[in-house]
């Protein structure tokens, strides 16, 4: 069975230390991709996604501005995070492990996302959709993100580790409908 993955109602956030006391969180506002998982076999799932990176919003339009150029993103050149997926391994009837390769910036690594399927339900229109969220942590650094800052009182601006959270909303496509 595939599914689309409806953007509207999917979020892909990040979280990461700023000046190692706080934290900054962010979003992707667009989202698209595929999804191909049957309920009756789940061990089966696979993912194609990806991310518009020019979407990147933290609230502050000079930050959000500063993560779309050469020093982090670099948009122009690499407009989209993507992400597809190798392996599944099912933990149990609501959880596994998605492995796939993640590309960010022209730099793919293979990563692993805790999932969880949060249900299926029919939306006001008649379609049936399944909810999902995947958790990871990636190095930045390993994505050649390395712009920083040393503080003066010790430690850098933005940490390497980031925490990434996908919220997924998929509706199920039609049979003989490519998504």
Do not use: C
Request: proline fraction near 2%; charge should be negative.
């Amino acid at each position: 069975m595939q599914w689309k993955i409806d953007s509207a109602h999917t979020t892909a956030s990040f979280s990461v230390r700023h000046m190692m006391i706080t934290t900054v969180r962010g979003t992707f506002d667009k989202v698209s991709g595929t999804i191909t998982w049957d309920p009756a076999k789940r061990a089966s799932a696979s993912v194609e996604a990806q991310i518009d990176a020019a979407t990147i919003n933290t609230g502050m339009p000079d930050r959000d501005n500063h993560l779309r150029s050469a020093d982090f993103f670099n948009v122009e050149q690499h407009p989209y995070i993507t992400f597809r997926s190798t392996g599944f391994t099912l933990k149990d009837d609501d959880h596994g492990v998605l492995v796939g390769e993640l590309t960010i910036a022209g730099v793919t690594r293979t990563v692993e996302l805790d999932v969880s399927f949060d249900g299926e339900a029919v939306n006001p229109w008649g379609v049936r959709v399944a909810g999902f969220t995947a958790e990871t942590k990636i190095n930045r650094e390993d994505f050649g993100l390395t712009w920083n800052q040393v503080l003066e009182a010790g430690g850098v601006l933005v940490s390497k580790e980031v925490k990434i959270t996908l919220d997924v909303q998929a509706s199920l496509v039609a049979e003989g409908v490519t998504a």
